[in-house]
């Protein structure tokens, strides 16, 4: 039986041990539990939990409308259901960065991130955004890492200065985030392989790629990524965007020819679903459990 048994300490730990394997770790978005079930089947290394997926999940642009509750409930449903580590982006860090430490790491997640946009943020391959202070966004990772319990929770600094400052600047804000305590450094939107090569020759820490569609950023192979030297890749939004192209199609295909006949075969099937959440397992437990509780109770 497969049910989650890892408590969320032993996935931190699995984290910074597969960390230290110097291999690259292969992390998808998911929008949903189910979807976090699935990752982990295929045999991905970690779940993520994008902060403009959940912005989108409730019909928002990704603008810093979210709250902490929002995030971190949703996140909560999802890391419960796997036994793999749980990474999400906490946007800016919503109005406390200790009481955003403390929500996550309570609620099983074993690693955050963090960015030095301005509360009223944007999507980090769009054009506009406005930056806080290098000193301001040290202070942030100063009380994110002050604030952890367990020392395996990972607190991620991203960097959205590329575009609004240059690469250099990033990377001296960078070297800064990692002197206040910062283990991962996520660079946003760097363009190609020249640019992901030249942060990881001028930061000694662990490195997160991001790999979203319809970016600023060349889509690189895995393998392209572990030889350049970086440490985590992400896919954000690219499970959401998946389901939606495809419930999209769907209801059109229904609303146009008033049946779903045509498109059984794009659908996910009953005894695949069940098998997913493991129906018949929970079934059995179910039963035993009701069994032993009538017992001698007639």
Same mark, same amino acid.
């Given at each position: 039986?497969?049910?989650? #048994? ?23 978005? %998911?929008?949903?539990?189910?979807? %976090?079930?699935? $990752?982990?089947? $295929? ?13 989108? #999940?409730?019909?928002?642009?990704? @603008?810093?409308?979210? *709250? ?7 996140? =909560? ?8 580590? *749980? ?12 009481? &955003?430490?403390? &929500? ?29 202070? =290098?000193?301001?966004?040290? =202070? ?10 367990? !020392? ?19 990377? #001296? ?15 946003? %939107? ?18 997160? %790629? ?28 690219? &499970?959401?965007?998946?389901?939606? !192209? ?16 045509? @498109? ?24 035993? @459990? ?9």
């Amino acid at each position: 039986m497969h049910f989650v #048994d890892k408590k969320p300490e032993e996935k931190r730990i699995d984290l910074d041990n597969k960390l230290k394997s110097n291999k690259i770790l292969r992390i998808p978005g %998911a929008y949903n539990p189910l979807t %976090a079930k699935v $990752i982990e089947e $295929i045999g991905y290394d970690g779940v993520y939990v994008s902060g403009g997926v959940m912005s989108n #999940d409730l019909g928002y642009p990704d @603008i810093g409308l979210t *709250t902490l509750s929002d995030v971190s409930n949703r996140s =909560k449903q999802i890391a419960r259901v796997t036994n793999l580590p *749980t990474i999400v982006d906490v946007d800016t860090g919503f109005k406390s960065c200790k009481d &955003t430490v403390s &929500t996550f790491e309570e609620f099983g997640i074993s690693a955050i991130h963090l960015e030095d946009q301005i509360t009223q943020k944007r999507c980090g391959h769009l054009d506009n955004k406005e930056l806080i202070s =290098k000193e301001e966004m040290t =202070k942030k990772i100063k009380e994110c890492v002050d604030a952890r319990s367990d !020392k395996n929770f990972k607190i991620i600094a991203r960097s959205d200065a590329k575009s609004v400052e240059g690469i250099d600047k990033m990377i #001296d804000r960078c070297k800064s985030y990692i002197d206040a305590g910062a283990e991962i450094v996520f660079p946003e %939107a760097l363009k190609d392989e020249t640019e992901f090569e030249k942060v990881r020759k001028s930061l000694d820490s662990y490195l997160l %790629a991001n790999m979203t569609e319809f970016g600023k950023s060349k889509l690189l192979d895995f393998k392209r990524l572990e030889e350049l030297g970086y440490n985590i890749v992400i896919y954000p939004v690219t &499970t959401q965007r998946l389901a939606m !192209k495809s419930v999209e199609d769907g209801l059109r295909a229904i609303f146009a020819d008033g049946h779903q006949n045509n @498109i059984i075969d794009k659908m996910q099937t009953r005894k695949r679903l069940y098998d997913l959440v493991e129906y018949e397992k929970y079934n059995s437990l179910d039963e035993k @459990i009701y069994n032993f509780s009538t017992e001698g109770h007639e």
